[in-house]
């Protein structure tokens, strides 16, 4: 059992490791997903390393962002001197990135970032198959779906139980990059879930914090984390102060041990609770989605604030576990022998290194007395060590040099630290991928993904389309024709098996000429069961470089290019299985929670699937209500429009996606004929996204 804690610059490192952690992640100057936190520099990871396999803790770096394929050299040549130094384990959400770890770092852990969107069995793995040694799940799954996943997979489970939560599924979340430029998915969230909106038939004139989740501590439930078979419990929080990272461990290190030594004792003291509550923790607190699938009682509705510090616990956590390193104890045997090397031998525990020095002479005034070789052996300043125990051999009279001593302490300490940070190679049982193999005969076509029957209809009136039907409304209306593609759900859980796989033979006894996968889920089911089905892979699953576009391209027959890549970017990527999102609201959350459900109460497949909220500005937003699988796609207020910008580029007007949301027939039909016929007006609203500006 692995207590995992946030380290957002090096004082916060030395906190978690004074307070008991057994691992910490923190963020070095690139690619991790808190770009605004201090982070650390390159010196100050490998000090880090070095200083935490001295306290038997491991060091795992965030590299949990998307890699640009003008950056991909740049990840591997930023990681090896890490790797050589002894880093533990790199967290990683690209595909491109995590297909290739081993090849480049064979003894390194790869751990799947939450980002890496991990719903279930099934992306579990396909993950493992790719080499990860473990995956942090989504923070959505509950205690029943952990247990069937650690059954199922034998991988490390790593997941979150303390911290702030983020509203949409991690790693699916276009929100605040679509809005203001800032990707989450490159580290810089501006956090639009924690503003003010209010759904459009709201008469009561309060705005509410509809997206805002409760913080979680789930300090009361430890004992059904570590029963579930939980490997690493993470404490989230790199962007706070190094206070909220050393005590949290601290608090945390207490009770997993309480409850390891006498289960039965376990019970959380008030207090300790109450000092959770005021070190960081917004207004309300949760225990997160362990046994609750959504709902109000999870949301901040009133405020996202954050409850006051407690001054006098701040300065005592400061005092007890900031102020220094706390030593560890080593013994020491040093051999004086007059004509001989003098040599010094250091334990630490299971480990022991001898170093040898200068000659020992024979006295001519006055002689080394043992005192005050222990004394000097036993000066280790700034060093990680403490001599608990000095022990000198010195048959006869012996003298050597004060500098002589302190050199054959420098040594060994330097040996002993080198020694100690020698880690053990990452051992892996892999299981293989059962890979879709493509067969590229699929035909290129545009793409309409309809949202509705008269959508739908609509399409039919055009040719040499494909036409995208999503699941819950395949399995509900009659359709006919051999362009049709069956769109999976967009989150695909446990509990969705038996409904995905009924609907993948639905199509296949129904002649659907491919299947649209937004997921890893969706991905493995299909290659597990042999469905001979053409694949086209969604833009959820990121291709941002070659490695990842390589990797999609040998398991399936087209993928749609990530939204949020630039036209240059999509350049250096495009290959002839590419689409590109040309028109359409972009899907800016893929959520457990419902804004209906939270606002007035769960109205199950009743009326529009559609519900409507705005901002403070008056935007707009849409939420569709999948009430099939229990979800919601929050859309963005005015379509992404492409039409002229595509006429003027590389991309082929045959490969190019058109998403309809809650676009009338009119609508449907006016766009329809601008992108296939040419004729047609623009949309009122509208907007270009990603085309010029990409993310940073």
């Not at 005969?441 to 949202?451: D, Y």
């Not at 038996?498 to 993948?504: A, D, E, P, T």
């Amino acid at each position: 059992m692995e207590l995992l804690s946030p380290a957002g610059n090096y004082n916060a490192f030395i906190g978690a490791l004074n307070a008991g952690c057994d691992a910490v992640y923190l963020g070095g100057s690139r690619f991790g997903a808190r770009a605004y936190a201090d982070n650390f520099s390159d010196e100050e990871i490998i000090k880090a390393i070095k200083l935490a396999h001295i306290n038997n803790v491991k060091v795992y770096l965030t590299v949990n962002t998307l890699i640009k394929e003008r950056e991909y050299s740049d990840v591997i040549d930023y990681l090896r001197p890490l790797y050589e130094a002894g880093l533990d384990g790199c967290i990683v959400q690209d595909l491109g990135l995590i297909v290739r770890f081993k090849e480049f770092f064979p003894d390194m852990e790869c751990h799947v970032s939450t980002q890496g969107f991990a719903t279930g069995i099934e992306s579990v793995k396909f993950y493992k198959s790719l080499g990860a040694s473990r995956v942090v799940l989504a923070r959505e799954l509950s205690l029943d779906e952990i247990k069937k996943i650690k059954a199922s997979v034998d991988v490390e489970l790593e997941t979150f139980i303390h911290g702030a939560m983020c509203y949409s599924y991690s790693g699916e979340c276009l929100f605040s990059s679509c809005l203001g430029g800032r990707s989450g998915n490159r580290g810089r969230c501006a956090g639009p879930c924690r503003l003010p909106y209010k759904m459009l038939d709201d008469k009561s004139g309060t705005d509410k914090y509809l997206l805002s989740m409760k913080d979680q501590c789930t300090i009361d439930i430890i004992p059904e984390l570590i029963n579930a078979g939980i490997d690493s419990l993470k404490i989230e929080g790199r962007m706070k102060k190094p206070e909220y990272s050393a005590f949290v461990t601290s608090v945390y290190r207490k009770y997993i041990d309480l409850f390891m030594e006498h289960p039965e004792a376990y019970k959380v003291d008030k207090r300790d609770f109450e000092n959770l509550r005021h070190m960081y923790l917004r207004s309300e607190i949760g225990k997160g989605y362990y046994h609750v699938q959504n709902g109000r009682e999870m949301i901040t509705l009133d405020s996202p604030a954050y409850n006051g510090n407690d001054d006098a616990l701040m300065k005592s956590v400061s005092e007890q576990f900031l102020s220094g390193v706390k030593k560890q104890p080593i013994t020491m045997y040093a051999s004086l022998v007059p004509g001989k090397n003098a040599s010094l031998t250091v334990i630490r525990g299971e480990t022991s290194v001898t170093v040898e020095g200068d000659e020992v002479s024979t006295p001519l005034n006055r002689p080394l007395a043992e005192a005050d070789i222990i004394k000097q052996l036993s000066k280790l300043g700034d060093t990680a060590f403490s001599a608990e125990e000095v022990y000198v051999e010195m048959p006869e009279p012996a003298f050597m040099p004060v500098k002589s001593l302190n050199e054959l302490r420098r040594n060994a300490i330097e040996r002993l630290t080198d020694e100690l940070s020698v880690k053990e190679p990452a051992k892996i049982s892999l299981i293989t991928f059962k890979e879709q193999k493509a067969s590229h005969s699929f035909a290129k076509k545009p793409i309409v993904n309809v949202h509705t029957k008269e959508q739908y209809d609509v399409a039919c009136a055009f040719d040499d389309i494909y036409i995208g039907v999503p699941a819950e409304l395949l399995l509900k209306e009659s359709f006919s024709g051999n362009n049709i593609i069956a769109v999976l759900p967009d989150v695909i859980r446990i509990k969705d098996y038996g409904y995905v796989k009924n609907f993948l033979k639905h199509i296949c006894d129904n002649n659907c000429c491919a299947v649209y996968v937004r997921n890893f889920e969706g991905l493995n089911i299909i290659a597990e069961g042999n469905y001979d089905l053409n694949v086209v892979v969604g833009s959820e699953i990121y291709s941002a470089n070659k490695s990842a576009v390589e990797f999609i391209d040998d398991i399936s027959d087209a993928h749609v290019a990530p939204l949020e890549l630039s036209k240059h970017e999509l350049a250096e990527c495009y290959d002839g299985n590419t689409y590109v999102f040309a028109y359409g609201k972009l899907p800016l959350m893929h959520t457990a929670n419902c804004v209906l459900k939270t606002s007035k109460g769960c109205e199950k497949h009743k009326g529009n699937p559609f519900v409507y909220f705005k901002d403070r500005t008056d935007t707009v937003f849409s939420a569709y209500r999948n009430c099939d699988i229990c979800s919601n796609i929050i859309y963005n207020s005015v379509p992404t429009f492409l039409c002229e910008e595509l006429k003027e580029s590389r991309f082929s007007s045959e490969r190019i996606i058109l998403s309809f949301t809650d676009e009338n027939a009119s609508e449907t039909r006016n766009i329809l004929s601008l992108y296939l016929g040419g004729a047609g007006e623009n949309p009122d609203k509208f907007t270009k996204a990603y085309w010029k500006r990409g993310v940073e």
